[in-house]
Nanobody, 123 residues
Framework: QVQLVESGGGSVEAGGSLRLSCEVI????????MGWFRQATGEERERVAT??????TTYGDAVRGRFTISKDNDKTVYLRMDGLKPEDTAMYYC???????????????????WGQGTQVTVS
């Protein structure tokens, strides 16, 4: 059974920083894509940042220049969030795609596994 274990969320003041972590467990092969999406109350889930198997990254317009996605092995991904704003408040979800699962890494449809989410609140 594949699981995505997220951590690092919390409450922070505007201008502060947080670092989210996500580890994929139970996937035999390395995922094709991993990333972070977020969903604020009453809003659709949106892309924050993604990274593929060769390290190519993409960012949503709202976070580009403030957030950085990285990985230190093929099954753990991080999201460094600097300059946080109240509008960054949301549940942050980490998805992963199995190696043969199709779709673009920067689209929600490109993922077949999702974590439970970690809350980020900026005041």
């Amino acid at each position: 059974q594949v699981q995505l274990v997220e951590s690092g969320g919390g409450s922070v003041e505007a201008g502060g920083s947080l670092r989210l972590s996500c580890e994929v467990i139970g996937l035999v092969d390395s995922p094709r894509c991993m990333g972070w999406f977020r969903q604020a109350t009453g809003e659709e889930r949106e892309r924050v940042a993604t990274i593929d198997s060769v390290g190519f990254t993409t960012y949503g317009d709202a976070v580009r220049g403030r957030f950085t996605i990285s990985k230190d092995n093929d099954k753990t991904v991080y999201l460094r969030m600097d300059g946080l704003k109240p509008e960054d408040t949301a549940m942050y979800y980490c998805p992963a795609s199995s190696p043969r699962f199709g779709g673009r890494c920067d689209f929600r449809s490109g993922y077949n596994y999702w974590g439970q989410g970690t809350q980020v609140t900026v005041s």
